[in-house]
Every structure is written in structure tokens, then in C-alpha cells.
């Protein structure tokens, strides 16, 4: 037997093995791992079912609230200056998830939930996706919504997506939701909702479906979402199952909130802090509204509830996540640990904190096999169902998470030889960033981001800003670094020359998983793509042709692409129009 799970691949027979002799040698360094695929006695379904009547029952209502750069002490339970009573209750009620991770940054994390698989298996692996970039999810890979669907569920989307819109079918109307309320970009004002990317390129984003909702303008995001959600709630058949997807816009720059909300941080001087925890106020009222609205409306007894950052706080926003180490955009644990519970009547233990090792792409599995549809090829997925672990605390079936392989991250003229064959020891090349958590240990490789220590009271704005801040002093000429996560979650002893063994062995882990990824996709960003050419809107902007060289790889036509540049002045004249009719559309406010 083997001490991992085998890195999935694209197809079942193409898996990572371990190299051949080090079976034992695992065993012996990384004890405590339980790395055999479990043949667990409860499933996700019988644990849902068991005692209830069986037939007619309506699988269990999923509420999906995905927040937007808290920190990992930015929530009450964590001990944060933040006011967050109902997340609170809701977590001490049910289970607060204390070994959680995501990815560093908004559209990996949100990819992975999505479609249950790793960066490097979806061509995602460099970065965000750009409002002006002709990319999205890879139309050949099923969506956890496509897939509850099937399963009968009703699936609605309320707030950010971030995963590419430039063809019709990359929207989340065509990628298994059944409505739409929110914004396509990775930003924007929240309440005009004007999204910028770069200086020169800003526009509406907010839509309705596949319509921009002009007369929702005005409204602060968070508001603006938690009524729709009430709305979808009350006009629901109950005897539907329902996947509510809230992904907030909060607490993401630009730090916008009520007067209300700012009043209740008046004494903090922080300006930033300031604005952001008035933000994250307003998303536990939100909440709270949210979890009313189910009990009124009757979904709260068979209904599962998650909750989730989708990455680390950026302290240069008003973001914390002391005492652990760097943040947003990092692969330290401020960037990827993230704050996460489960609360649901259906689970079978409760007011309990959950250590098992759980990753975003958990979720699809998870979600699939309460739907009662749990995937027929889980080889094909990245992510383990973890119900059992969550809901029973039985042995948890993930012992390992692969952050992420981004091989777009070294810039051409940056080869040193010695990264591969000194600090890699032959086996990896350490100037490409990648990072990797087994059992006890985690191992990072290359530019992993910013490493420093942010305590609270030095936040950007304090007196001192900035001033004593703990510099992180291990970065300087090093591109690999070992870690005791269990014994130092706080990444402050580096163990990479004291462990080489530890090393070795899990840098041929990444190597193994490197050997199924899919080749990066990361496009220049496309100047058709520009909202003043769209009439003023962030909307898809390629045809089927050009999707075609999207995912081909194909080269683009350079005699059409050049007449569409020189066309520029009829799209613009063109863009006018559309806008005059997209305003006349306009009806009363509705949410």
C-alpha cells in the first residue's frame, strides 16, 4: 500500500505514484499520516438520511456563503476587535473548521470550488483571471451547479463570480446557475458597482442574469444581495432542494460601507480598519438575515449552511491575520489558512472545532454526496467528501493538499541551476513557486509572497506604521522552506537544512503531481474587451471562433484581430446605442 492518495490526473489511469523504495521511508518520516483512501462506514448521503423516512425526504437545502478577504482573525471567535456576534452563535452551534485552507488569491479558490480540482488540472494555476483576459473555467469540465442540477436541485447565484466572462457560455447562467445577481469582474465599487481594470478600462458590473441591472445602482452590495437571497428564499418550492450560492463582495477593496455601520468603529483610528470592519459587520448582519429568512420561510431544519473566506486579509487593506504568517497573495499560512464552519441541523455532533484537513475542492464532492449524486469517477477530482470527518469527526480522508505549481511564475532569464541542483537536490526545481502540505509538514518553493508577521495594532494608517513590524529574515537568497505546521502553525522555525529528508520526499511529491498538470493558461489581455466598446458594461465580448484559438491554443487571426482594432470607431458609435437601449430597459427597482 502506498502512504498518499494518488494525485488525480485527467483520467483515472494517470496518477502520481510515489517514487519506487520510499514506501517505508514515508512511513518512517511522516508518521502519523493516514494516507490510505478510507473505505469509511458512513457516507456523506447515509449520514444525512439515516433515521428519517426515506422515501419523499428532499435532499438537504445548501447555502454556500463565500466572503471576500477576511482575514483569519478578523471574525469574533478568533478574538478579533471585529463585532461578529451571529457568525459567532452560528459557528459555536455548529462546527468551526480550524485546520481549513483556500488559495491565496480570489479566482483559484473559487475555481476549486467550483469543479472539485486542483489549479494545475484546469490550467489555472497563474494568478487571477482579468477582467480584460479571454479565459474562464475550461468548458469541458463539469461545475458542482451543472452537477446538482442533474441531481434536481433548483441553483441560484447571488455576487461575485471571478471566473471568466469573454464568451456567453463562460457566464454563470451557463455554467449550471439558474439565476444571476452580481458581478462578473474581481471588483468594484459597491454601490455604483464601476469595476476598473487598469486606469483605462472601467465599466458597469452588475448584472441580471445575462442583463446589465442599471436600476439596482446605488445599492451598497451587501444589501443588495442579502435582499435577493431573501427573495429567492421566499418564492422557492420548499420541496425543491435549493444550492444558494452567496458569494459577497465584502470585504474586497475598494473598503466602502453604510454611515451605520462606520458609526459602530468610530473610535477606531485606523481609517482602513475602520471601513473594513464596518464592511464585515454588515456581512454578519447579513447573515443573520439570511438564516432568519430560512427559519421563516421553513428550509432551516433540513438545510446546510458553510461558510468561507475565500483567501487570506490583506493587511495593506485593513485585513489581519495574526499571529499567522503573511496574507492575501501569499502561500504563508495568513494567505491560505481561512476562517470556515459548518452549521446544519443534519449534522450528527455540534459546538465542536474540527481539526480535520480540509481544502475548497473538498466541497464539490462533498455537496455532490449530500445531493445524494456523489461523483461516479472520484479519481477525476482533486477533492475528498469530507462530511464524515465534518459531521461525525470520523478519520478525515484528505492528508494531503497541493497549494499550488504555477510554472508562469519565473520570468524568462531567471534559470539558476543551482535552484534545481543544490536546493532541489536533483529532484525540483525551487525557483518555480509551489507549495504543499503533508500530514504535519508543508513545504514552499520559489516566490511564495510576503512573509512578514503583521500584528494588529500596527496595521497601515497606525502611529507607527509599519514601524516594528517582524520582518521576515528567511526569504533572503532562499527558495525553499520546511515547516511543522502542527508544532509551528505560525511558520517561524524553519526545519529545511535541519529535515533534508523531509525535503526530499515531499519535493518529489510536487514533481509527481507537476507530471499531470495541463499546460498554463494565461492570455494577454484583449483590447476588445474594453466596456466602452460594450456600451459601457463589462459583458463577453468573443465569439465562438475565437474560443475556439482560446482553448486550441491555436494562434489568432492577425489580419482580424487588426480589422477589429481599426474598427474601433463604429464599435464605439455602436457602443452608444447599445447603451441608450440598455438604459431604456430600465424598469422600477426590484431585487
Request: some cysteine; hydrophobic content about 35%; charged content about 20%.
Given at each position: 500500500s502506498r502512504c498518499s492518495r494518488?494525485?488525480?490526473?485527467?483520467?483515472?489511469?494517470?496518477?502520481?505514484?510515489?517514487?519506487?523504495?520510499?514506501?517505508?521511508?514515508?512511513?518512517?518520516?511522516?508518521?502519523?499520516?493516514?494516507?490510505?483512501?478510507?473505505?469509511?462506514?458512513?457516507?456523506?448521503?447515509?449520514?444525512?438520511?439515516?433515521?428519517?423516512?426515506?422515501?419523499?425526504?428532499?435532499?438537504?437545502?445548501?447555502?454556500?456563503?463565500?466572503?471576500?478577504?477576511?482575514?483569519?482573525?478578523?471574525?469574533?471567535?478568533?478574538?478579533?476587535?471585529?463585532?461578529?456576534?451571529?457568525?459567532?452563535?452560528?459557528?459555536?452551534?455548529?462546527?468551526?473548521?480550524?485546520?481549513?485552507?483556500?488559495?491565496?488569491?480570489?479566482?483559484?479558490?473559487?475555481?476549486?470550488?467550483?469543479?472539485?480540482?486542483?489549479?494545475?488540472h484546469t490550467g489555472l494555476q497563474h494568478s487571477i483571471i482579468r477582467s480584460r483576459q479571454p479565459l474562464c473555467l475550461p468548458p469541458n469540465t463539469p461545475t458542482l451547479p451543472e452537477r446538482l442540477r442533474q441531481a434536481g436541485y433548483s441553483t441560484h447565484m447571488v455576487g461575485k463570480w471571478h471566473l471568466g466572462f469573454c464568451r456567453p457560455e463562460c457566464l454563470p447562467t451557463a455554467r449550471g446557475f439558474q439565476s444571476f445577481l452580481g458581478s462578473l469582474t474581481g471588483s468594484g465599487d459597491h454601490f455604483n458597482f464601476q469595476s476598473c481594470d487598469g486606469a483605462e478600462a472601467c465599466g458597469f458590473d452588475l448584472h441580471d442574469g445575462e442583463r446589465p441591472a442599471w436600476e439596482l445602482s446605488g445599492n451598497y452590495s451587501t444589501r443588495l444581495y442579502t435582499e435577493r437571497v431573501k427573495k429567492i428564499l421566499r418564492t422557492h418550492d420548499r420541496q425543491t432542494p435549493l444550492f444558494l450560492y452567496v458569494a459577497l463582495q465584502a470585504a474586497h477593496t475598494p473598503l466602502q460601507a453604510p454611515v451605520h455601520l462606520l458609526q459602530r468603529y468610530h473610535s477606531l483610528g485606523n481609517r482602513l480598519r475602520r471601513h473594513y470592519a464596518a464592511m464585515l459587520s454588515g456581512v454578519d448582519e447579513a447573515v443573520g438575515e439570511m438564516v432568519e429568512e430560512m427559519r421563516d420561510q421553513g428550509y432551516y431544519r433540513n438545510s446546510v449552511l458553510i461558510y468561507s473566506s475565500d483567501n487570506g486579509g490583506q493587511p495593506l487593506s485593513g485585513g489581519c491575520n495574526w499571529p499567522l504568517r503573511g496574507g492575501k497573495g501569499s502561500y504563508w499560512e495568513g494567505g491560505v489558512r481561512a476562517v470556515g464552519f459548518v452549521h446544519?441541523?443534519?449534522?450528527?455532533?455540534?459546538?465542536?472545532?474540527?481539526?480535520?484537513?480540509?481544502?475548497?475542492?473538498?466541497?464539490?464532492?462533498?455537496?455532490?454526496?449530500?445531493?445524494?449524486?456523489?461523483?461516479?469517477?472520484?479519481?477525476?477530482?482533486?477533492?475528498?467528501?469530507?462530511?464524515?470527518?465534518?459531521?461525525?469527526?470520523?478519520?478525515?480522508?484528505?492528508?494531503?493538499?497541493?497549494?499550488?505549481?504555477?510554472?508562469?511564475?519565473?520570468?524568462?532569464?531567471e534559470v539558476d541551476h543551482r535552484l534545481l541542483a543544490v536546493n532541489g537536490f536533483g529532484i525540483w526545481d525551487t525557483g518555480v513557486r509551489a507549495a504543499i502540505r503533508a500530514g504535519d509538514w508543508k513545504l514552499l518553493t520559489g516566490n511564495v509572497g510576503d512573509g512578514d508577521w503583521v500584528p494588529p495594532q500596527i496595521l497601515p494608517g497606525g502611529p507607527q506604521q509599519w514601524q516594528g513590524m517582524e520582518k521576515r529574515q528567511d526569504q533572503r537568497g532562499k527558495s525553499v522552506w520546511l515547516f511543522n505546521i502542527t508544532?509551528?502553525?505560525?511558520?517561524?522555525?524553519?526545519?529545511?537544512?535541519?529535515?533534508?529528508?523531509?525535503?526530499?520526499?515531499?519535493?518529489?511529491?510536487?514533481?509527481?503531481?507537476?507530471?499531470?498538470?495541463?499546460?498554463?493558461?494565461?492570455?494577454?489581455?484583449?483590447?476588445?474587451?474594453?466596456?466602452?466598446l460594450h456600451g459601457g458594461v463589462w459583458t463577453p465580448w468573443l465569439g465562438e471562433k475565437e474560443a475556439e484559438n482560446e482553448y486550441s491554443g491555436g494562434p489568432a487571426d492577425g489580419y482580424s484581430r487588426k480589422v477589429q482594432l481599426k474598427s474601433c470607431k463604429v464599435c464605439k458609435l455602436r457602443a452608444l446605442f447599445k447603451k441608450v437601449g440598455t438604459r431604456l430597459q430600465r424598469s422600477a427597482l426590484y431585487f
Open positions: 494518488d494525485s488525480p490526473d485527467l483520467a483515472a489511469d494517470m496518477r502520481a505514484p510515489w517514487p519506487p523504495g520510499l514506501t517505508v521511508f514515508c512511513v518512517a518520516v511522516l508518521g502519523g499520516f493516514s494516507y490510505l483512501r478510507m473505505g469509511l462506514p458512513h457516507t456523506a448521503v447515509e449520514l444525512a438520511y439515516k433515521n428519517t423516512s426515506g422515501k419523499g425526504r428532499v435532499p438537504p437545502h445548501i447555502i454556500f456563503v463565500m466572503v471576500d478577504d477576511q482575514g483569519y482573525s478578523d471574525v469574533g471567535y478568533h478574538g478579533s476587535d471585529i463585532h461578529t456576534p451571529v457568525l459567532d452563535q452560528l459557528a459555536a452551534e455548529g462546527v468551526k473548521l480550524e485546520n481549513y485552507y483556500v488559495q491565496p488569491i480570489c479566482s483559484p479558490s473559487r475555481s476549486q470550488l467550483m469543479t472539485g480540482r486542483y489549479q494545475i446544519s441541523p443534519l449534522l450528527k455532533r455540534t459546538g465542536v472545532v474540527s481539526q480535520a484537513l480540509i481544502h475548497v475542492s473538498d466541497w464539490y464532492p462533498t455537496l455532490l454526496a449530500l445531493a445524494g449524486s456523489p461523483e461516479r469517477e472520484p479519481r477525476r477530482l482533486d477533492g475528498y467528501d469530507v462530511w464524515g470527518a465534518i459531521s461525525k469527526g470520523l478519520p478525515c480522508p484528505r492528508t494531503e493538499i497541493l497549494f499550488n505549481i504555477d510554472p508562469v511564475s519565473r520570468r524568462p532569464g508544532a509551528d502553525p505560525y511558520e517561524r522555525s524553519d526545519q529545511a537544512e535541519a529535515r533534508p529528508e523531509v525535503v526530499k520526499l515531499l519535493l518529489s511529491r510536487i514533481a509527481e503531481y507537476n507530471r499531470t498538470a495541463v499546460p498554463a493558461r494565461n492570455p494577454p489581455d484583449d483590447p476588445m474587451a474594453d466596456p466602452q
